[in-house]
C-alpha cells in the first residue's frame, strides 16, 4: 500500500490562497490517480480533485472550478492543490488519495482510491 503524507494546511481568511502538498512513498506514480477530498463537520466526504499521473488528465468538483488547481512533480513524486480565492465553505480537512488504474469516469469516487494519507485541516474565517 502507498503511505501518502499530506502538508500546508492551516487557518487563512477569506480571499487567501494555500497550497496543499501530498507525497507518496511510492516508487513511481505511474499508473495510479491522486485525488483531493475533504469532508467538512458533519458533512460527507467530498470530491475536490484528481489528477492521472500518467497523461495529466485532471478533474475538478464544480465547487472549486476555477479556483483550485491541482498539478503534480514528477521527479517528487508529489501532487499538489493550488487553492485560491478561498471561502468559509471551503473549511474541511483535506485527504489526498491514489489508487491505480483508475478509469477517467471514476476519478471523483473515493471508493476507486484505496490508499488515504491522514488529511490536514484547512480553516477559512470570515
Avoid at 477569506?14 to 458533512?43: E, N
Avoid at 471523483?108 to 488515504?116: F, I, K, L, P, V
Amino acid at each position: 500500500q502507498v503511505q501518502l503524507a499530506e502538508s500546508g494546511g492551516g487557518l487563512v481568511q477569506d480571499g487567501d490562497s494555500l497550497r496543499l502538498s501530498c507525497a507518496a512513498s511510492v516508487r513511481t506514480f505511474r499508473t495510479y490517480t491522486v485525488g483531493w477530498f475533504r469532508q467538512a463537520p458533519g458533512k460527507e466526504l467530498e470530491f475536490v480533485a484528481a489528477i492521472r499521473w500518467s497523461g495529466g488528465a485532471t478533474a475538478y468538483a464544480d465547487s472549486v472550478k476555477g479556483r483550485f488547481s491541482i498539478s503534480k512533480a514528477n521527479a517528487e513524486n508529489t501532487v499538489y492543490l493550488q487553492m485560491n480565492s478561498l471561502k468559509p465553505e471551503d473549511t474541511a480537512i483535506y485527504y489526498c488519495a491514489t489508487g491505480a488504474r483508475i478509469i477517467i469516469s471514476s476519478m471523483s469516487m473515493a471508493r476507486a482510491y484505496d490508499s488515504w494519507g491522514q488529511g490536514t485541516q484547512v480553516t477559512v474565517s470570515s
